[in-house]
């Protein structure tokens, strides 16, 4: 059974940071995709940022492009998002989803079959 548990979440002023974790258990990490989505209140969950090991790479949505940085640690089957000049535009719920999913459909919450509870984000002064 695989568990992802999200935490780091909180609230914090604008130009701050944060640093949110995904610790996965039952899910190879190694092999798959670890992806943070977010989802704003009345707004449909949208794509953050993914990395995969195999070929290792890392993929951003543009509105963090240079903001934010996914990271990973595979034998603690952990990916963290370092959230840096954070925003009002970020507050969200953040999830962290695991997978298989192909290129395509990479930055799609469809492409996930495994999903973590959500941690709140809220930027605000």
């Known amino acids: 059974q695989v568990q992802l548990v999200e935490s780091g979440g909180g609230l914090v002023q604008p130009g701050g940071s944060l640093r949110l974790s995904c610790v996965a258990s039952g899910f190879a990490f190694s092999a798959g995709a670890m992806t943070w989505f977010r989802q704003a209140p009345g707004k449909e969950r949208e794509f953050v940022a993914s990395i995969r090991r195999s070929p290792s790479n890392t993929y951003y949505a543009d509105s963090v492009k240079g903001r934010f940085a996914i990271s990973g640690n595979s034998a603690k089957n952990t990916v963290y998002l370092q959230m840096n000049s954070l925003q009002s535009e970020d507050t969200a719920v953040y999830f962290c989803?695991?997978?298989?999913?192909?290129?395509?459909?990479?930055?799609?919450?469809?492409?996930?079959?495994?999903w973590g509870q959500g941690t709140q984000v809220t930027v605000s002064s």
């Open positions: 989803a695991a997978g298989y999913p192909i290129s395509s459909s990479l930055t799609s919450p469809s492409g996930y079959r495994f």
